[in-house]
């Protein structure tokens, strides 16, 4: 019997765990999928990330944008909702030596203000991109640069578009 309720128990915490790991980023975001190395090259480039940048990726991953962004130079904000992708990231941020230049914050990015950035960084999913948009339009100041991985922003014009990488200015 109580072996019964025990393993009942255990389902139970299994299943909660598995929504509140995959449901809370598809709700609040994407799920997670990597940008490949090409990938990041790209969107590196179309960013012209450099030394004394501030660089935010919004949805942060494993942290390879914000490891390769640290690696030239700019300063590297992830925020990331998974909290497991959390302690990856920032054990390969460690191991690659860059923690002084990147970080990541355990916290969804709908709560954090973007004005400080001179560039944005994201991989989201279609149904997220006119709110993000919307909440882009707020808060950038003019001249930001915004790089999306393969989704594109509903209202604005593409400025370039290497691969499937495309990026914005806003002009505010
Ligand atoms: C498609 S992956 C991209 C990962 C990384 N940026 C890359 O390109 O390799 C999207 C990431 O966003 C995270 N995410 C989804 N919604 C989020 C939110 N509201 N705030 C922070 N992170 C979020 C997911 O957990 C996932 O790691």
Not at 19 to 48: N, Q
Not at 100 to 125: C, E, M, T
Not at 139 to 145: Q, Y
Not at 154 to 170: F, S
Request: aromatic share 12%.
């Amino acid at each position: 019997m109580l072996l019964v309720l025990f393993s009942e128990f255990l389902g139970i915490a299994i299943l909660l765990v598995v929504i509140y790991f995959l449901g809370r980023p598809i709700i609040r975001g994407a799920i997670y999928f990597p940008t490949t190395p090409r990938g990041v090259k790209e969107m590196l480039s179309l960013a012209e990330v450099h030394a004394g940048q501030n660089i935010v990726d919004l949805g942060s991953g494993d942290g390879r944008i914000l490891i390769a962004c640290a690696e030239r130079g700019a300063k590297a904000i992830g925020y990331e909702i998974n909290p497991v992708l959390v302690w990856r990231s920032r054990r390969a941020v460690a191991r690659a030596g860059v923690a002084d230049r990147a970080v990541v914050y355990w916290k969804s990015f709908w709560d954090i203000d973007l004005s400080q950035f001179d560039a944005i960084i994201v991989y989201g999913i279609p149904y997220i991109m006119n709110d993000l948009q919307k909440k882009l339009e707020r808060e950038l100041r003019p001249g930001t640069k915004i790089v999306s991985n393969a989704f594109k922003f509903p209202g604005w014009q593409i400025v370039n578009t290497e691969r499937k990488m495309h990026l914005y200015i806003w002009k505010g």
